[in-house]
């Protein structure tokens, strides 16, 4: 399976503990040039919990919006871009949605602040 870059995944996601992990959504970060040549892909973890909306490294994904409804996730969500995790193409179960260029651009300065790129 191919990804791009933007596209909501539903996949299995590693515990930060390295112990297990669970089926969740999540947002491909990597580079469509990786995503094309490697056997990994880079994501973002998503999360239904709002408690940290304000927080500059989340990204909340609004299903009221039209942008927020190409996500393809079921519920208002954040974008972790602080927790990230490489895992194998295999274990993305299917694409479920995408982020347009509008959430994208948002994402990545989500992402810029939680690695401290400027």
Same mark, same amino acid.
């Given at each position: 399976? $191919? ?10 996601? @590693? ?6 992990g669970k089926?969740?959504?999540?947002? *491909?970060?990597?580079?469509? /040039?990786?995503?094309? /040549?490697?056997?990994?892909?880079? &994501?973002?973890? %998503? $999360?239904?919990?709002? /408690?940290? &909306?304000?927080? @500059? $490294?989340?990204?909340? &994904?609004?299903l009221n $919006?039209?942008?927020?409804?190409q996500s ?6 954040? *974008?972790?871009?602080?927790? =990230?995790?490489? %895992? ?6 299917? *694409?479920?949605?995408?982020? @347009?260029? *509008? =959430? ?15």
């Open positions: 399976m $191919t990804f791009r870059r933007g596209d909501v995944v539903l996949a299995w996601y @590693p515990f930060a503990s390295g112990a297990g089926r969740r959504p999540c947002l *491909v970060v990597s580079a469509d /040039r990786d995503n094309a /040549r490697l056997a990994n892909v880079v &994501v973002a973890q %998503i $999360t239904s919990n709002l /408690r940290a &909306v304000r927080e @500059p $490294t989340q990204l909340l &994904v609004a $919006t039209p942008e927020g409804a393809g996730l079921l519920h208002d969500s954040l *974008v972790s871009c602080n927790n =990230l995790a490489t %895992i194998e193409g295999p274990l993305v179960d299917r *694409v479920i949605g995408f982020l @347009p260029p *509008v =959430l994208m651009a948002r994402a990545e300065e989500c992402l810029k602040a939680a690695l401290d790129l400027t």
